[in-house]
């Protein structure tokens, strides 16, 4: 565990020993990643679908808790939602086997057709992520992140 040092800050939760890792990637050209920094991750990598990254943490944690996110971008950026694309029953045990997660972005196809589609973020925009993970592989009482 390479940075587990950084990881005894206490918080206030209600499940026991979260890590709350914060991520800050640069977009360049056709979505491609113009770097990414932040304690606790390894490396970020474009995948060739629109809009999608493989996340790779740097330290085996136990659960994937949640995520959020914002966009800087001195334009209004199209990107409306991003989701961690992995199967929610397979993503503890993904984590833990690799600890790697994907993410995608989505934006809204068109006024006419108002879906969700996979697409790029900007050139020159940033994702800002902020992911809780869960270091302790026991239980209190917090099954619903098993």
């Not at 994907?102 to 068109?110: G, N, R, T, W, Y």
């Not at 925009?125 to 809780?132: D, G, H, S, Y």
Request: with cysteine; glycine share 6%; charged share 15%.
């Amino acid at each position: 565990m390479a940075t587990t040092h950084i990881y005894n800050q206490f918080q206030y939760t209600q499940i026991a020993d979260t890590v709350t890792l914060f991520l800050r990637i640069n977009i360049g050209a056709s979505g491609s990643v113009s770097s990414a920094g932040g304690l606790g991750f390894t490396s970020v990598t474009k995948e060739s679908a629109a809009g999608q990254y493989s996340i790779k943490l740097d330290s085996k944690l136990n659960r994937f808790i949640g995520m959020r996110w914002a966009i800087v971008d001195d334009a209004i950026s199209q990107i409306a939602n991003i989701q961690v694309f992995e199967d929610p029953s397979a993503i503890q045990a993904d984590m833990l086997a690799d600890q790697t997660f994907k993410i995608q972005c989505l934006a809204v196809e068109s006024d006419a057709t108002p879906v969700l589609i996979a697409a790029n973020p900007a050139s020159g925009a940033t994702l800002l992520i902020e992911v809780v993970m869960r270091m302790g592989s026991y239980t209190n009482g917090d099954s619903n992140f098993q």
